[in-house]
């Protein structure tokens, strides 16, 4: 764990990495989430995006703050020996978080729903898109460390998906596809993370105190 003062595996560093795992699981599970909702209302057919949002609007809310927590509670339990890296996880998903968080506030006197600005507009499309993009930075560690192909196809395809709706490159159905694969490679990842015996994600201590 950084900042430790002993080279032993204790306690306390599986129990980061149980809960590390567990935020990636939850992120799994909203993705997963939107994907069965999408799917099951076919949502490439409905010609309005806004009356989808509000029709679905506590399901998708829902996932959307499991993942927002899922990917919080990751980014601040990861082991990583390069303490830059942690902190542009922690910048990311702070300034995503943020953003949320205005946007929400903000929707109290837009005429627009909350859901609609994050969807609809490019501020909150990029704001929204900090946050994945800080869970692409934990697939990109792992698939680095641990050679984890479904982490770095998910960390290939989420900028497409996000770039392609903010710059309307991609239809509803494609980017229901990719949605699809998205979700599949994250429960992958996050079941063969689960699989790992704990003490691979803390690797050699020592390092921390060099860095």
């Given at each position: 764990?950084?900042?430790?003062t002993?080279?032993?595996?204790?306690?306390?560093d599986?129990?980061?990495v149980?809960?590390?795992?567990?935020?990636?699981?939850?992120?799994?599970?909203?993705?997963v989430?939107?994907?069965?909702?999408?799917?099951?209302?076919?949502?490439?057919?409905?010609?309005?995006?806004?009356?989808?949002?509000?029709?679905?609007?506590?399901?998708?809310?829902?996932?959307?703050?499991?993942?927002?927590?899922?990917?919080?509670?990751?980014?601040?339990?990861?082991?990583?020996?390069?303490?830059?890296?942690?902190?542009?996880?922690k910048?990311?998903?702070?300034?995503?978080?943020?953003?949320?968080?205005?946007?929400?506030v903000?929707?109290?006197?837009?005429?627009?729903?909350f859901?609609?600005i994050?969807?609809?507009?490019?501020?909150?499309?990029?704001?929204?898109?900090?946050?994945?993009?800080?869970?692409?930075?934990?697939?990109?560690?792992?698939?680095?460390?641990?050679?984890?192909?479904?982490a770095?196809?998910?960390?290939?395809?989420?900028?497409?998906?996000?770039?392609?709706?903010l710059?309307?490159w991609?239809?509803?159905?494609?980017?229901?596809?990719?949605?699809?694969?998205?979700?599949?490679?994250?429960?992958?990842?996050?079941?063969?993370?689960?699989?790992?015996?704990?003490?691979?994600?803390?690797?050699?201590?020592?390092?921390?105190?060099?860095?």
């Amino acid at each position: 764990m950084e900042g430790s003062t002993t080279l032993e595996v204790t306690p306390a560093d599986i129990r980061s990495v149980r809960i590390y795992r567990g935020g990636i699981v939850l992120s799994a599970l909203a993705f997963v989430s939107v994907t069965v909702l999408a799917g099951l209302t076919q949502s490439w057919k409905n010609p309005s995006s806004t009356a989808w949002l509000a029709h679905h609007q506590p399901l998708v809310v829902a996932a959307l703050l499991l993942l927002i927590a899922g990917t919080g509670i990751s980014v601040m339990t990861i082991h990583l020996y390069v303490r830059q890296f942690h902190t542009l996880l922690k910048l990311l998903f702070g300034a995503g978080l943020c953003s949320v968080l205005l946007i929400a506030v903000g929707s109290f006197v837009s005429p627009r729903q909350f859901l609609e600005i994050l969807y609809l507009t490019p501020y909150g499309t990029l704001g929204f898109g900090l946050i994945l993009a800080a869970l692409c930075g934990i697939t990109v560690k792992e698939a680095f460390c641990f050679g984890m192909i479904e982490a770095i196809l998910f960390s290939l395809i989420t900028p497409v998906l996000v770039l392609g709706h903010l710059f309307h490159w991609i239809s509803s159905f494609p980017a229901f596809i990719l949605l699809c694969l998205d979700a599949l490679f994250l429960c992958i990842f996050a079941a063969r993370k689960e699989m790992m015996a704990a003490d691979l994600d803390i690797g050699d201590k020592s390092v921390y105190m060099q860095t």
